[in-house]
């Protein structure tokens, strides 16, 4: 599966971005897929996750904020972010991986957020 992420931007704070990761190659709606952040100098954490039947689970820093989505017809994974804050600064990851299993095999290049205060 190749991914690619988009979206990605400049934002001030209690702003919204809605990021897209489309996909490629092999059968989309046969893969889980998660949304990951690195910020700088920090270790690359867990955001959000849309499984094969569409249920969802997302790290407690964005629940209320973040909502994922999957468009299966357009093989596209979507990050709708709102109430942004300073701290949700960071480059964007979408990956692929195994329904069922917390594991990641295809990773996206990453796209830029950043929010300004």
């Known amino acids: 599966v190749q991914l690619q992420a988009s979206g990605g931007g400049l934002v001030q704070a209690g702003g919204s971005l809605r990021l897209s990761c489309a996909a490629s190659?092999?059968?989309?709606?046969?893969?889980?897929m998660g949304w990951f952040r690195q910020a700088p100098g920090k270790e690359r954490e867990f955001v959000a996750r849309?499984?094969?039947?569409?249920?969802?689970i997302r790290a407690d820093s964005v629940k209320g904020r973040f909502i994922v989505s999957r468009d299966n017809a357009k093989n596209t994974v979507y990050l709708q972010m709102d109430s942004l804050k300073p701290e949700d600064t960071a480059v964007y990851y979408c990956?692929?991986?195994?329904?069922?299993?917390?594991?990641?095999?295809?990773w996206g290049q990453g796209t830029q957020v950043t929010v300004s205060s």
């Open positions: 990956a692929a991986g195994p329904n069922g299993i917390y594991k990641y095999y295809y």
């Open positions: 190659g092999r059968t989309f709606s046969n893969y889980a």
């Open positions: 849309i499984s094969v039947s569409g249920g969802t």
